[in-house]
């Protein structure tokens, strides 16, 4: 499978050709080179709804018995940052929890959707405060806090370029598979503090 993204209006063309002719604008030909071999098995199919949307639905003053809105019902992620199904998976869990302990009415629906609410807030930073950067985003402007954030998510994704540790810690942060607290781990930390360690790669080392 071949995935080829754009942004501001640089979007890849839908025809075989036009898919082809973008891929050779890339920095390196090799992906260009290796389509130019193939034969596509299916039709190339766009997706362009990559606006992160949040509904809090857990302010709402009062909430009626035995109804939770979950997954991309309550949040919607730009693609791109995969965390979606996880958010959803985690929300599963996280309604099993609250039903199992006690009686199901309003209140109790309505803290369920508070903690629904919550499981959200990581991955939502994550996806506004990288794509708030875009030239054109709508949204809130960042804060200091955030632009303190996003410097910090800089180095640590230049760092795991070349230091294990800092690309543990980036992966495991980014895809949900570990809690945040873990980027604060003292391996993690000295990656970040020695940063880079090496120059970026000229080419694909393939
Ligand atoms: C292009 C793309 C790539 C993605 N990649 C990733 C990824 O790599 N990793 C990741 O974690 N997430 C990814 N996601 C996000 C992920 O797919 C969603 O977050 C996840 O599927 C949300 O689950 P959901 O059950 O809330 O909604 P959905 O999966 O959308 O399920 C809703 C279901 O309800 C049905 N439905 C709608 N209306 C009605 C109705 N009136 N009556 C009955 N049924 C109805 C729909 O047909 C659908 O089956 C991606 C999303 C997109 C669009």
């Avoid at 030909?29 to 098995?41: K, M, N, R, W, Y």
């Avoid at 997954?71 to 039903?99: C, E, H, K, W």
């Avoid at 405060?129 to 030239?135: H, K, Q, V």
Wanted: charged share 15%; aromatic share 6%; hydrophobic share 40%.
């Amino acid at each position: 499978m071949v995935t080829l993204s754009g942004t501001q209006g640089a979007h890849p063309p839908l025809d075989d050709e036009g898919f082809a002719r973008f891929a050779g604008q890339l920095r390196h030909p090799l992906i260009a080179d290796l389509l130019s071999h193939t034969t596509p098995a299916t039709r190339l199919s766009g997706y362009r709804n990559t606006a992160n949307r949040r509904y809090h639905y857990e302010r709402l003053p009062a909430w009626p018995t035995g109804l939770l809105v979950t997954g991309d019902a309550v949040t919607t992620f730009n693609p791109l940052y995969g965390q979606g199904m996880t958010v959803a998976a985690q929300s599963a869990l996280v309604i099993r929890d609250g039903l199992a302990r006690g009686r199901v009415n309003a209140a109790t629906c309505h803290r369920i959707q508070h903690a629904l609410a919550h499981t959200a807030d990581l991955p939502w930073a994550v996806c506004t405060t990288e794509d708030i950067r875009y030239p054109g985003a709508l949204g809130p402007p960042p804060s200091p806090l955030t632009r303190l954030v996003t410097c910090t998510a800089d180095r640590l994704r230049s760092a795991a370029c070349t230091r294990p540790a800092a690309a543990r810690a980036f992966f495991d942060a980014v895809t949900l598979s570990k809690p945040v607290w873990r980027l604060i781990s003292p391996s993690a930390l000295a990656a970040l503090a020695l940063g880079p360690h090496l120059p970026p790669l000229d080419e694909p080392p393939s």
